[in-house]
């Protein structure tokens, strides 16, 4: 019987807030250039007064992955927590226009910690400085988890950065516990190097024993498996996982699933703002994965459905990534 | 003695809600296409529950013009309510981050009207159906209006769709009246045809007897005058007004002081949202007013800045514009 969902992602639920800077922004205000950093709400509010002009739109690593593939005409739905308040209406909003289902509780209006947001600023070489300031989504706990949505998932889609904040790990743990009792997969991005190093450990374990597919870029493998080259890296993690899949920005993406590697180009674009380009990748190569394609062509899914994404401000797709994939003979 | 504005700006205070549309979106839920709807808090919801994806900037015609001058360097100032939730502070940052001093006090937090906002439905000829949702905006009244700061204004900058809800009116006089009593001049927009109709006889009066410069478009022109052709409405508004400058899409403005009607040309350009053209046109030309340029250059401005707006999304300039008018040889 065909589940309800092809992927059910978890995460941070926030609204990215975008804008173009100078390189000299970023040290003038101790910005680590093409990281993340997590920052609390006095951070917040400073780095936005000196901040420019700006346009919101909504985030979230696991989002923007859950709205690709809903965009795409996949069955997705979303688990990631924010507030009653106007940020917290665009993040429900528009994941839900794009056809993803949202339906964890919106936390009540009232004082206190906000919907989530994440300051982008963006170099003129599109490179992108992450600044985030977790609000509600970090208070995502075990009792958010519905285990009979888990249990409707062909695919969870687990977002490393959710390991930051309390409560996550049993979360995470519930989900997958219902996910797997149904016959359900595990998927896990790393989400950036930091967080690995943050929690190398536990993500150690949880890939070891729950994860059947590793989602990371080649500074993300580097950190986990410290091994000496990619090649050695990915044959670290393929012992444990079934399939690996680590992406390489313009050399495009690489997918170890037993046998041989598998490595899916890029597509060439002019990069405008690379904020969600992991994140999509992710999604055509989910969507690939639960329509029943081959590995290539779900690496490839992702690396165009990433070249999308970078193109223009914003980490969702405005393009029709169907048509994309005609183009490209995918479909 | 140099006054500190060289324009201060008043106006609906909003946050636009852009997101692209088919024409068919349009007709299914009743929306005109191509002009400003004013719409309640339940026609909002209702829309926006069923529109797609969408992205959030600052937005206002009013506030859009002053941003574009201070984008440009020059000195500005806006009045306009919103109140003090996120979409509030979203659009009093923006302002003040372009450059331009924003010091309307926020209205408190609480129940009732929120800050409006704009549902701009962009369809693929890169036409925008503008939705209203006046929220805070409309409530500005006499009492929001600074007379020192209307005196420090070379220029005051009035929208025509702050005519729709109470106190505008005397607001407005207040305004004027402290502007022209220190010497300073009024600029007025009529904003949209439709505005001009619910409004054509306070518009006639307030400019004959006070509006030095009068911005609008040949539809707004032909609403107001009913005259024969467009030379025939623009000698009829020249009687009333020193500088009369009507835009003409992509037969670019025309602008009558005096004497003969200078004709700048459009700059050509991938029209990807029209959000914002005429309030650019707005900005380009009061800048160079006020920098002391002649008339056609002034238009020139204002045809280069129009072109801009309508290349992005988002009714805000991203590219230098000072660089833009050096190419273009104004400056």
Redesign the interface.
Known sequence: MKKKYQVVGIGNAMVDILS?IEDDFLTANGVEKGIMQLIDMNRAVEL??R????????GGSAANTI?GIAALGGRTAYVGKVKD???GA?FS???R??GAIYQTPLAPAGPGA??GRCMVLVTPDGERSLNTYLGWSEFLTPDDVEPEMMAQADWLYLEGYRFDGPDSKAAFAKAIDACKAAGGRISLTLSDPFCVERHRDDFREMIRDHVDLLFCNVHEMQAMYHAGDLQAAMKLAAAEVDIVVCTASEDGAYVLNGGGMEHAHAVPTDIIDATGAGDLFAAGFLYGLTSGFDMLTCGRMGCVAAAEVISH??A?P?ADLIDLFKEHGLV
């Not at 901040?51 to 909504?58: K, T």
């Open positions: 173009h936005y007064g901040m420019g002009p700006a346009q919101e739109v909504s709205a308040d106007q940020l665009i909003h528009d994941l226009a794009q906000e919907t401000i914003g969702r405005e």
